[in-house]
């Protein structure tokens, strides 16, 4: 009984937890590209909706991957041909890979691997961040390490909407449709 009505509380306050951040100024994170461009988020991209996937693990990083395609083709080159026509969007898209300050010695290698295994078209868009990461996570409510995190800003650097998980087309829908209804 005591399980079932914790269950019942835990299902009515995560909407809460999840629209709770929209509204929110997205925290400033200094990062480099892998083309080695350094950016300020939001501050670089404000005047343009931007989305910002957010990963700090190992396996939050391979459900991030499922999103690359997708994502680059809906917002940054959709295929020119197409039965069904395709909105265009004037959007910002990055990836962030949030890593320890412990990691900043290793920083280079572990940049050198990602530029390897990771298609160039995406390399403007990836940024790695190494610093402390206690405080993206409380700010961000970044929960499970194991969940890549999307955040939509809108043109001022406010989140008008967030997800959580693996790539599914209902998700991208409802981030085209933040971007939309803006």
């Known amino acids: 009984m005591r399980i079932q009505l914790k269950l019942i509380v835990l299902s009515l306050l995560l909407p809460i937890s999840i629209f709770a951040q929209n509204g929110k100024k997205f925290p400033s994170i200094e990062g480099e590209t892998l083309k080695d461009k350094k950016v300020v988020l939001p501050q670089d991209t404000k005047g343009k909706f931007t989305l910002i996937a957010v990963a700090y693990s190992k396996k939050s990083d391979d459900l991030l991957k499922g999103w690359y395609s997708p994502m680059y083709r809906t917002f940054v080159e959709p295929p020119e041909v197409a039965f069904i026509p395709t909105d265009d969007y ?92 803006e």
């Open 90 to 181: 004037d959007v910002n898209m990055y990836f962030v890979a949030l890593l320890k300050g412990i990691y900043k010695v290793a920083d280079n290698k572990i940049a050198s691997k990602m530029k390897s295994g990771i298609d160039s078209k995406f390399h403007k868009n990836m940024v790695i961040y190494t610093g402390k990461i206690n405080e993206y996570k409380k700010e961000l409510n970044l929960g499970q390490k194991d969940l890549p995190y999307f955040f939509v800003l809108d043109k001022n650097g406010n989140i008008v909407y967030h997800t959580e998980g693996a790539y599914s087309d209902k998700k991208l829908y409802e981030i085209q449709s933040a971007i939309e209804t």
